[in-house]
């Protein structure tokens, strides 16, 4: 017969007991084969048949029960019977083992060295060159966002990337890591938010809350989430079980989010650059804790032209400043008809409801969300289509409708605002900018991940 000791090495250590005592449970039961050994110790003295102590007991891994049991029993007697009953329970657990065995997730550092993560290698070499595989092996219910070879490839492939610091290059690895376990069915066309587990720092300035990733399903099939830079990846293979948690592969490297200057240059803003440079609100904006910003798109701003080539710094930081809401960051997600306080002191008016197309429209007074949800380090950028006017909260907005400019008799033309950085050139669909889906710009920004700036 095999023995108690080849049993016993599957039952996990912290469970194991080195030796096999002659196990006297509470329980006094008549007609055992072995009385001996099964009747209990601690039963009072009575005539009653069966006595069950109700006292609670002790913690016993089942695998060792069955082995006990198989142990005793052929102790018991060498009839054909219990050596049938033996080898069944020894049959038992040995299943139950292998069952357990191959049940097991694997670790993430194994998953990845696995043929299952033949396209993460480059994901594998950046975790060890960051330090994080300890963190990674021992985290627990997390959501791992793994872009894929060639995503890390275009990454790469951008100016400095090479010489980025393991400080940053861990900050930005743990932007793809997310609490809580997203399954590919928990996502709808609404955006979710998901917080990821990147520290406090240069590219979460929130105050204590956590930095966020965006994620939504397209369509029936496809699910996207969106990082910083308004870079948004989409998930190529999903719902990768390990032993600490899911796994995500998707085909972009999502940036951390940065400051508002920077996100609005590299999503082509350049008006509000100019104009918080005009007005000198740029480094205060930068450095804000939890704001949500609603930024003029450049269209916005050279359709009351005149206002702005007219206006005074005094008058503009008015305007600039009646844009934004400090100490809340409101993804859209979360707005609903309501009245906040801006910057300035004064109130804006948010009202959600549908367009002329059924699709839900979110208006800040009369102008219409083009783009929600731009992540920065410090909030979140939500563009509109017209500049907003401190003194004139407008009409009741009509979303089924065209918006209308906020500055009654203002002249359309080009707003001369000082320009901080060149226009944006499209990319070649080829080139690693083109690649990752951003302008070239942004290409710029992230292929330093700004680090060689901000770092």
Same mark, same amino acid.
């Given at each position: &017969?095999?023995?108690?000791?080849?049993?016993?090495?599957?039952?996990?250590?912290?469970?194991?007991?080195? /030796?096999?005592?002659?196990?006297?449970?509470?329980?006094?039961?008549?007609?055992?084969?072995?009385?001996?050994?099964?009747?209990?110790? /601690?039963?009072?003295?009575?005539?009653?048949?069966?006595?069950?102590?109700?006292?609670?007991?002790?913690?016993?891994?089942?695998?060792?029960?069955?082995?006990?049991?198989?142990?005793?029993?052929?102790?018991?007697?060498?009839?054909?019977?219990?050596? @049938?009953?033996?080898?069944?329970?020894?049959?038992?657990?040995?299943?139950?083992?292998?069952?357990?065995? @191959?049940?097991?997730?694997?670790?993430?550092?194994?998953?990845?060295? +696995?043929?299952?993560?033949?396209?993460?290698?480059?994901?594998?070499?950046?975790?060890?060159?960051?330090?994080?595989?300890?963190?990674?092996?021992?985290?627990?219910?997390?959501?791992?966002?793994?872009?894929?070879?060639?995503?890390?490839?275009?990454? &790469?492939?951008?100016?400095?990337?090479? =010489?980025?610091?393991?400080?940053?290059?861990? @900050?930005?690895?743990?932007? /793809?890591?997310?609490?809580?376990?997203?399954?590919?069915?928990?996502?709808?066309?609404?955006?979710?938010?998901?917080?990821?587990?990147?520290? =406090?720092?240069?590219?979460?300035?929130?105050?204590?809350?956590?930095?966020?990733?965006?994620?939504?399903?397209?369509?029936?099939?496809?699910?996207?989430?969106?990082?910083?830079?308004?870079?948004?990846?989409?998930?190529?293979?999903?719902?990768?079980?390990?032993?600490?948690?899911?796994?995500?592969?998707?085909?972009?490297?999502?940036?951390?989010?940065?400051?508002?200057?920077?996100?609005?240059?590299?999503?082509?803003?350049?008006?509000?650059?100019?104009?918080?440079?005009?007005?000198?609100?740029?480094?205060?904006?930068?450095?804000?804790?939890?704001?949500?910003?609603?930024?003029?798109?450049?269209?916005?701003?050279?359709?009351?032209?005149?206002?702005?080539?007219?206006?005074?710094?005094?008058?503009?930081?008015?305007?600039? *400043?009646? /844009?934004?809401?400090?100490?809340?960051?409101?993804?859209?997600?979360?707005?609903?008809?309501?009245?906040?306080?801006?910057?300035?002191?004064?109130?804006?008016?948010?009202?959600?409801? *549908?367009?002329?197309?059924?699709?839900?429209?979110?208006?800040?007074?009369?102008?219409?969300?083009?783009?929600?949800?731009?992540?920065?380090?410090?909030?979140?950028?939500?563009?509109?289509? @017209?500049?907003?006017?401190?003194?004139?909260?407008?009409?009741?907005?009509?979303?089924?409708?065209?918006?209308?400019?906020?500055?009654?008799?203002?002249?359309?033309?080009?707003?001369?605002?000082?320009?901080? &950085?060149?226009?944006?050139?499209?990319?070649?669909?080829? +080139?690693?900018?083109?690649? &990752?889906?951003?302008?070239?710009?942004?290409?710029?920004?992230?292929?330093?991940?700004?680090?060689?700036?901000?770092?």
């Amino acid at each position: &017969m095999t023995s108690t000791r080849s049993i016993l090495g599957c039952v996990p250590a912290k469970h194991r007991i080195n /030796h096999l005592p002659c196990y006297k449970p509470p329980i006094r039961l008549h007609h055992s084969t072995c009385s001996s050994s099964f009747t209990s110790q /601690h039963a009072p003295s009575s005539s009653t048949s069966s006595y069950l102590d109700t006292r609670p007991l002790p913690f016993v891994h089942p695998l060792y029960l069955l082995t006990l049991v198989t142990h005793r029993l052929s102790a018991c007697s060498s009839t054909s019977i219990n050596m @049938q009953l033996s080898k069944q329970l020894f049959t038992l657990v040995s299943m139950t083992c292998l069952a357990l065995s @191959q049940a097991a997730d694997p670790m993430i550092m194994e998953l990845l060295a +696995s043929d299952a993560g033949k396209d993460l290698t480059m994901l594998a070499e950046s975790i060890k060159s960051a330090d994080l595989a300890d963190t990674l092996t021992m985290a627990k219910n997390v959501t791992i966002l793994a872009p894929n070879n060639e995503a890390f490839k275009a990454f &790469m492939e951008m100016p400095k990337n090479k =010489e980025i610091s393991q400080d940053v290059l861990k @900050q930005a690895l743990t932007y /793809h890591v997310l609490e809580g376990m997203v399954k590919s069915k928990d996502l709808t066309m609404m955006p979710m938010y998901y917080p990821s587990i990147l520290v =406090e720092g240069q590219f979460r300035m929130l105050d204590g809350m956590k930095q966020v990733v965006t994620g939504f399903k397209h369509g029936d099939s496809m699910i996207h989430f969106n990082g910083g830079l308004a870079v948004s990846s989409m998930v190529t293979k999903g719902d990768i079980m390990f032993d600490g948690g899911i796994i995500h592969i998707i085909d972009k490297v999502l940036p951390p989010p940065m400051n508002i200057s920077m996100t609005a240059e590299a999503t082509n803003m350049t008006k509000i650059l100019g104009a918080l440079k005009k007005a000198k609100l740029t480094d205060a904006l930068d450095k804000a804790k939890k704001v949500t910003v609603f930024v003029p798109n450049d269209m916005a701003f050279d359709n009351i032209a005149s206002v702005v080539n007219n206006a005074t710094m005094e008058s503009l930081t008015s305007i600039l *400043k009646y /844009h934004v809401i400090e100490g809340t960051v409101a993804y859209s997600g979360g707005l609903k008809d309501m009245e906040v306080k801006a910057m300035d002191g004064k109130m804006l008016k948010i009202t959600v409801g *549908k367009d002329d197309k059924g699709a839900t429209t979110v208006m800040v007074n009369g102008a219409k969300v083009i783009m929600a949800d731009v992540l920065t380090s410090n909030g979140v950028i939500h563009v509109i289509d @017209q500049v907003l006017n401190p003194d004139n909260m407008g009409e009741k907005p009509d979303p089924t409708k065209p918006s209308k400019p906020a500055f009654p008799g203002a002249a359309s033309g080009t707003a001369n605002l000082p320009s901080s &950085m060149p226009e944006n050139p499209t990319p070649p669909k080829n +080139s690693a900018a083109g690649k &990752m889906g951003i302008s070239s710009i942004a290409a710029l920004i992230a292929g330093v991940f700004a680090f060689g700036i901000i770092a």
